[in-house]
Antibody
Framework: QVQLVQSGAEVKTPGDSVKVSCKAS????????VHWVRQAPGQGLEWMGWIKPNNGDTKYEQRFQGRVTLTRDTSTRTTFMEVTILRSDDTALYYC???????????????WGQGTMVTVSS | DIQMTQSPSSLSASVGDRVTITCRASQDIKNYLAWYQQKPGKVPNLLIYAASTLQPGVPSRFSGSGSGTDFTFAINSLQAEDVATYYCQKYDDAPRTFGQGTKVEIK
């Protein structure tokens, strides 16, 4: 079935980097945008950015520009989200989610990964 | 950037009640508005897209309406399993901003 499977939980120290993966299955990987959303403990959903898997184009929420990098590996149908210079307020559950079909009409995110908890603590 | 203002932040209602949540965009987003349900400890689940279209498999007691800047989400006849936080999200363009969320509880 169509699914996104993310990598496991991470514990990091302030100043570290973290790279979370999101592996797609059940659909043509390069046909759909992948979005990343995070949720701090007890807080709401925060959109971070998207990647277009067919060509690697990216778009970021302004506050994450320069500190978050989205990449993909088409051979393994996997997208990656890297956050650098981690701070304690980056502690959150990070989700990947399928977006619009490339070249198609805009659509909401119908498929979500299970989430990856990233804890930043000294 | 377009801001999304969702209200109320929480509500408490009885089983069988009709509950409504509003979401306001700071600029016209046409009908590029989705509603998600997030149960405690679970992944967000898409309920409604294009402001009023139910995702397949979503019970018909859920509904959405609106276009432009003002949107409404409703649960007709609230059920115990509807306890969750509900979020609106614009998807006309990046950033795909979410509303602040509405926590729905049973009285």
């Amino acid at each position: 079935q169509v699914q996104l499977v993310q990598s496991g939980a991470e514990v990091k120290t302030p100043g570290d980097s973290v790279k979370v993966s999101c592996k797609a299955s059940g659909y043509t990987f390069t046909d759909y945008y992948v979005h990343w959303v995070r949720q701090a403990p007890g807080q709401g959903l925060e959109w971070m950015g998207w990647i277009k898997p067919n060509n690697g184009d990216t778009k970021y929420e302004q506050r994450f520009q320069g500190r978050v990098t989205l990449t993909r590996d088409t051979s393994t149908r996997t997208t990656f989200m890297e956050v650098t210079i981690l701070r304690s307020d980056d502690t959150a559950l990070y989700y990947c989610a399928r977006g619009s079909r490339v070249g198609g009409p805009r659509s909401a995110s119908d498929i979500w990964g299970q989430g990856t908890m990233v804890t930043v603590s000294s | 950037d377009i801001q999304m203002t969702q209200s109320p932040s929480s509500l408490s209602a009885s089983v069988g009640d009709r509950v409504t949540i509003t979401c306001r965009a700071s600029q016209d987003i046409k009908n590029y508005l989705a509603w998600y349900q997030q149960k405690p400890g679970k992944v967000p689940n898409l309920l409604i897209y294009a402001a009023s279209t139910l995702q397949p498999g979503v019970p018909s007691r859920f509904s959405g309406s609106g276009s432009g800047t003002d949107f409404t989400f409703a649960i007709n006849s609230l059920q115990a399993e509807d306890v969750a936080t509900y979020y609106c999200q614009k998807y006309d363009d990046a950033p795909r901003t979410f509303g602040q969320g509405t926590k729905v509880e049973i009285k």
